[in-house]
């Protein structure tokens, strides 16, 4: 009796074991929820980016031109100077010298050709009287030349002169924001002491930057016929600069090392938010959208295959799809094969589903509008 017993509470334990196996199989096997979004149909311009660098339109770098001690500075530091605005002196009191000097000269000059004129009219008066010699008139002739001469020669080394005492005043030969002066007032400077600042002038700036043969040619490709591209930058922390660019230059010749052409676009930067030597990305944008089909930049994944994504038919199964995976903009990947507008891609829990798998969907909410980049 007691083994009957024992039979039959074995036979029960058993079936309440393979019940919850049962149970826990069915749980196991429910599909996996899913969040998934429709392709949509919207307008997205080709754009291109470039590392490039700013450079000023106009750079001067100040140099002294004749040796002596520098005098008072007169500006501060990224000052902002006008053309012909004098921003270093050089003591010009042994320049000025020079020139009184040769002031001097000039006028002893000019006084000795006076003479020489009116000694060879007294020749000149005395030989048509017959009463002087050709002689006498030749020596005061060639006497008269030679104080020309000696006048010509004493007004150049005056002007030479003027010019080395005009040497001892820098002035800016252009309007731009000045740099930090590399020699301090007292300081005995000269054509060998180097650059005592710089100049730039950086409203408007260039912006250079290298671009393949390839880029090259499907940027002419892609871009709208008779439309430029659009051209904009990104700083260096991912901000867009509010400026638009005009591309005004192209380089005449490719160089052979990086198969590149340097192109340049001019930027107005009116807020000076853009300095010479800066670093910065170019991206040129196709001035007209075109209507592609997008979806989330996360619904696509790439393997050794490619980029795929997995799209939900009407009966909630996946499919796999192979697709063609073009530019991102404000989070949304441009699906250019593989995909049409209104298929619902999965967006979140790619992981636990696979080819041919049920699953459960579940739309994703109407996010907020992205910001623009």
Not at 31 to 54: K, S, Y
Request: charged residues 25%; hydrophobic residues 40%; glycine residues 6%.
């Amino acid at each position: 009796m007691i083994e009957r017993r024992s039979t039959i509470a074995a036979l029960v334990a058993a079936c309440m074991v393979t019940a919850f196996a049962a149970g826990s199989f069915a749980q196991q096997a429910a599909p996996p929820a899913v969040l998934v979004q429709a392709a949509e149909q919207m307008p997205i311009a080709d754009h291109w980016e470039f590392i490039g660098r700013a450079a000023a339109v106009d750079k001067v770098e100040l140099r002294a031109r004749v040796k002596g001690f520098l005098g008072p500075r007169k500006f501060n530091d990224g000052d902002m100077v006008e053309k012909d605005e004098v921003v270093f002196t050089i003591e010009p009191e042994t320049y000025q010298a020079a020139v009184d000097q040769k002031v001097a000269q000039r006028d002893s000059a000019q006084a000795a050709l006076t003479n020489a004129d009116m000694q060879l009219q007294r020749a000149a008066e005395l030989l048509r009287t017959n009463t002087g010699t050709k002689q006498t008139y030749d020596q005061r002739l060639s006497e008269q030349l030679q104080a020309k001469a000696n006048l010509e020669d004493a007004r150049a080394q005056l002007r030479d002169a003027e010019i080395q005492l005009s040497y001892t005043t820098i002035k800016s030969p252009i309007a731009g924001r000045i740099g930090r002066a590399a020699v301090s007032p007292g300081n005995l400077v000269s054509p060998d002491s180097g650059v005592l600042a710089t100049v730039v002038s950086e409203s408007p700036i260039r912006v250079l930057f290298p671009v393949t043969q390839r880029e090259l040619l499907d940027a002419k490709r892609n871009a709208t016929a008779g439309d430029p591209p659009a051209v904009r930058l990104k700083l260096a922390d991912g901000s867009i600069y509010k400026e638009n660019g005009k591309i005004d230059f192209i380089d005449i010749t490719v160089d052979p090392k990086t198969d590149g052409q340097i192109v340049r676009a001019t930027f107005d930067n009116k807020d000076n938010l853009l300095t010479d030597g800066q670093t910065v990305r170019v991206i040129l944008e196709d001035s007209k959208p075109q209507t592609v089909v997008a979806v989330p930049q996360q619904a696509v994944a790439l393997d050794q295959s490619g980029p795929y994504l997995f799209v939900v038919d009407d009966k909630n199964v996946v499919q796999l799809r192979r697709v063609k995976a073009g530019i991102v903009r404000n989070g949304m990947l441009v699906v250019s094969e593989g995909l049409k507008a209104g298929e619902k891609v999965v967006i979140q829990g790619q992981q636990r589903i696979r080819d041919g798998m049920t699953v459960a969907p579940t739309a994703a909410p109407a996010g907020p509008a992205q910001p623009k980049q």
